[in-house]
């Protein structure tokens, strides 16, 4: 509908869209879409499963971490613990993402406490595994977050942004995004010069997933 209306751009970041734009639809989203509100969850007698279980305290640690009057202390202790969650279960990933935790994790990643900062860069790591988020992030504004956290982030926390840009590049469009963004691509140059083994090793990582988008 957007290029059927005359639009050469991409309606997310706005970069010019090449001649004849190889789209491919999104099948399995728009399934999702037109099937949710038919989804009406059932009443089970049985005992919770792990996985529910898992779900259930999923949903009290995003409380926590969103909540204006939770201290640093449980925030990172919910972070912590979200992060062991997300890294395994796929479902997790999704409803923290749904749930608005995103920018409460965002701004984590702004604090001078390190880390609440790394486990804030390793939960938002976690959530890029799952591609309908990639993008999400981005527009979300976490490349501003990350590059800040390569100039004067520790070295555990630099790595980590430097391994979430690679997660983030797998999309196209994000290659774009975060190549034009100021100083993203010099900000990894420098600490591929400067940094330990593993800040050089996640920058180099990064730098080849950033730089097969010719502009790059």
Known sequence: QWIDSGNRTCPITKLPLSENPSLIPNHALRSLISNFAHVIPKESPRPRTQQELSH???QALIS???SRSSSNASKLESLTRLVRLTKRDSSIRRKVTESGAVRAALD????????????SLSLLLNLSLEDDNKVGL???????RIVAVLRVGSPDCKAIAATLLTSLAVVEVNKATIGSYPDAISALVYLLRVGNDRERKESATALYALCSFPDN
């Open 56 to 58: 259930s305290q999923s």
């Open 64 to 66: 926590t971490l969103v």
């Open 108 to 119: 984590c990643v702004d604090s001078c406490n390190q880390v609440l900062q790394e486990k």
């Open 138 to 144: 981005v527009a979300d504004g976490v490349i501003r």
